[in-house]
């Protein structure tokens, strides 16, 4: 049974940090795709970051050079850091997982966890 689980938002001040988790069961990170999406209230859903089961890293432009997303496979969990976070930043964090075969054919998510709420004052 494929679970994934987020932690780690929380409020903060603009240009404070939080790092983000996501915590994997069911499956094994490494094989897989990961990423992190966020919404907004009265927005769509957006991607932010993900890496590839080779370990390569894709940022939207809003966040490069602020947010660093990692995996670490001895926890079979996702991280996202996030520095000097802004007001824009704000929003539901999703994170997100598909085996890098099925990705490959489909660049679709199959599984995703429940969320946490970010917050920047």
């Known amino acids: 049974h494929v679970q994934l689980v987020e932690s780690g938002g929380g409020s903060v001040q603009a240009g404070g940090s939080l790092r983000l988790a996501c915590a994997a069961y069911?499956?094994?990170?490494?094989?897989?795709?990961m990423a992190w999406f966020r919404q907004a209230p009265g927005k769509e859903r957006e991607g932010v970051a993900a890496?590839?089961?080779?370990?390569?890293?894709s940022y939207a432009d809003s966040v490069k050079g602020r947010f660093t997303i990692s995996k670490d496979n001895a926890e079979n969990t996702l991280y996202l850091r996030m520095n000097s976070l802004k007001p824009e930043d704000a929003g539901m964090y999703f994170c997100?997982?598909?085996?890098?075969?099925?990705?490959?054919?489909?660049?679709?998510?199959?599984?995703w966890g429940q969320g946490t709420q970010v917050t920047v004052s």
């Open positions: 997100a997982a598909e085996s890098a075969s099925d990705y490959e054919d489909t660049e679709e998510f199959s599984y």
């Open positions: 069911g499956f094994v990170v490494d094989d897989y795709v």
């Open positions: 890496i590839d089961s080779d370990e390569t890293e």
